[in-house]
């Protein structure tokens, strides 16, 4: 199957501070990408649909000053977490669809996700 | 709007014994059905999906899994559970139409007994 890459794989960071997770595409092009939000035990909360060379598509309830997404490259979308705090220690997880999510047929693929914890 | 539903917590099963993880869905429309598993830490393997066709799916690792329209279930299923098997694994389903959203279910947390 394809390959999505997550950067970093956890990470430990001040309260206040800003934290940048990137996804990758490795062996296929993807214009959309989604990102996820999973509390322990529980399942995936989409966050926000990426698009690249657009704006991205944030789901009612997610703060888009908090959650920047960038969607440089058909290859690349990054989640900033703004000005973190305790409550947005999670697991972040990516996916992109093969395909372009052009078609709904098409499978999603996900990264390794990203564990974020903010002391 | 779709969804899905996944009704056991956990599902207790013996090494060798068949494995059954069972999910409902709704959807308008011909459903797509796909099932992913989740290893502690990790983001969510694909297994296997339905889009059209035999109703009967095979996927990796041996699993396979069944569209049943009438039953509106997708039950994944394995003959003989490994204890590598132990796992949280999710069902999901998008509408052949409108904006390719996954919908998950709460995911099922499989543990297989040596």
């Known amino acids: 199957g394809a390959v999505v890459s997550q950067h970093p794989s956890w990470v430990i960071c001040k309260s206040g501070t800003s934290v940048k997770i990137e996804c990758r595409s490795l062996?296929?092009?993807?214009?959309?990408m989604f990102w996820y939000r999973q509390f322990p035990k529980q399942s995936l909360m989409l966050m926000a649909t990426?698009?690249?060379?657009?704006?991205?598509?944030?789901e009612q309830g997610v703060e888009k000053d908090k959650f920047l997404i960038n969607h440089a490259s058909l290859t690349l979308s990054t989640l900033t977490v703004t000005s973190a705090h305790p409550e947005d220690s999670s697991f972040y997880i990516c996916?992109?669809?093969?395909?372009?999510?052009?078609?709904?047929?098409?499978?999603?693929?996900f990264g390794p996700g990203t564990r974020l914890t903010v002391l | 709007a779709q969804s899905v539903a996944q009704p056991e917590d956990q599902v207790n099963v013996a090494e060798g014994n068949p494995l059954t993880v069972k999910c409902t869905y709704s959807?308008?429309?011909?459903?797509?059905l796909f099932w992913y598993v989740q290893y502690p830490n990790r983001g969510l393997q694909f297994l296997l999906k339905?889009?059209?066709?035999?109703?009967l799916v095979k996927g990796s690792y041996g699993f396979e899994a069944e569209f049943n329209k009438s039953q509106t279930s997708f039950h994944l299923k394995k003959p003989s559970a490994l204890v590598s098997d132990s796992a949280l694994y999710f069902c999901?389903?998008?509408?052949?139409?409108?904006?390719?959203?996954?919908?998950f279910g709460k995911g099922n947390q499989v543990v297989v007994i040596p």
């Open positions: 996916s992109a669809p093969t395909g372009g999510a052009r078609y709904s047929t098409d499978t999603q693929y």
């Open positions: 999901a389903v998008r509408a052949p139409y409108g904006n390719n959203r996954l919908a």
């Open positions: 339905y889009i059209t066709g035999d109703n």
């Open positions: 062996d296929f092009q993807a214009t959309t």
């Open positions: 990426s698009n690249e060379g657009s704006k991205a598509t944030y």
């Open positions: 959807v308008s429309g011909n459903p797509y």
